[in-house]
């Protein structure tokens, strides 16, 4: 086993790879999804808007992230453009996915 990396942290691991913006862009995405689908459960009884809104004040509240912030007000965005309208929450849900790929 080499000794390179022995005592270092793996942000230091991750920079000196050349990976470290990535591996972190990636966390905060998975981190955010995971958020989301937790908020989603807790709210499970509730309609795809107010799902959504309650998604979007968590992340503001958990998350410290600048990314998370921009997700946030995306999420508000979207419940507002759902709001009386019969969007499944499914596909608000893939298309909520897909902005955080």
């Not at 965005?77 to 996915?97: D, F, H, K």
Request: proline residues 2%.
């Amino acid at each position: 086993m080499s000794k390179k990396h022995l005592g270092s942290s793996i942000d230091d691991f991750l920079k000196e790879e050349g990976i470290f913006e990535e591996a972190q862009a990636q966390a905060i995405k998975e981190v955010v999804a995971w958020q989301l689908a937790e908020a989603m459960r807790e709210k499970k009884t509730a309609d795809a808007p107010a799902q959504l809104e309650y998604a979007a004040q968590l992340l503001r509240q958990r998350s410290a992230s600048g990314s998370a912030k921009v997700i946030a007000n995306g999420l508000a965005q979207a419940a507002n453009q759902v709001t009386g309208n019969a969007i499944p929450l499914e596909s608000t849900l893939s298309s909520v996915s897909c902005k955080l790929s």
